[in-house]
């Protein structure tokens, strides 16, 4: 399934997929980095819809309509903030990755994708990310073949190359 998996550099609110993902908050009603680079793309009814949804619990996700942005979708989720490792970021990390994975499917989506969850503000370290992230779509794929491709969206060098290198460790496991 790794061949439907690509890491590429860009901006995610760009991308003319059924379904984006942000990098949110639990308030679900917007910030920096990606989420306000999301919904400053898509305009104001999207925050308008967003607080409909009484916010998300870290490592949940709700789905939204695109409004203006090329994607049909914006699936948020709030990624957990790096403790240090023992507030079981991890996990709340992969769920973060399935539950948006799980909502696509749900609705009809073929094509997702991704930023670097946590990665920025939350301070998640990226090579332990990279491997959640990777490991955790690989192994839905695998499982849902109505998700014809998933993709990580890399803002910055160092984000594609940590993401391109736990795809590679991934497939030589496979
Ligand atoms: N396209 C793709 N990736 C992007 C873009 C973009 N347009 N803009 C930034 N990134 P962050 P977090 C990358 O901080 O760590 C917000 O305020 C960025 O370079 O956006 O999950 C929310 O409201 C990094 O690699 O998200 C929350 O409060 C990655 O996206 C908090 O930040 C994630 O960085 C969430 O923090």
């Not at 539950?99 to 370290?125: K, Q, W």
């Not at 491997?131 to 803002?155: K, W």
Request: hydrophobic share 40%; aromatic share 6%.
């Amino acid at each position: 399934m790794s061949e439907r998996i690509e890491i590429i550099a860009g901006d995610i609110t760009r991308q003319n997929v059924d379904a984006i993902v942000n990098a949110a908050n639990c308030s679900l009603l917007g910030g920096g980095g990606v989420d306000g680079a999301i919904h400053r793309a898509a305009g104001p009814e999207l925050l308008a819809e967003c607080r409909s949804l009484n916010g998300c619990e870290t490592g949940k996700a709700k789905i939204t309509r695109g409004y203006r942005l090329p994607a049909k979708f914006v699936i948020h989720t709030p990624g957990p903030v790096w403790h240090g490792g023992s507030r079981g970021e991890e996990a709340l990390l992969a769920s973060c990755y399935r539950s948006c994975l799980e909502l696509a499917s749900a609705n009809g989506c073929r094509t997702i994708d991704f930023p670097s969850i946590s990665t920025g503000v939350y301070h998640f370290p990226l090579e332990k990310a990279s491997r959640i992230a990777v490991g955790v779509i690989a192994g839905y794929l695998a499982e849902h073949p109505e998700i014809e491709r998933a993709r990580m969206v890399c803002f910055d060098g160092r984000t594609e190359e940590h993401y391109k290198k736990a795809l590679a460790e991934l497939e030589v496991r496979l």
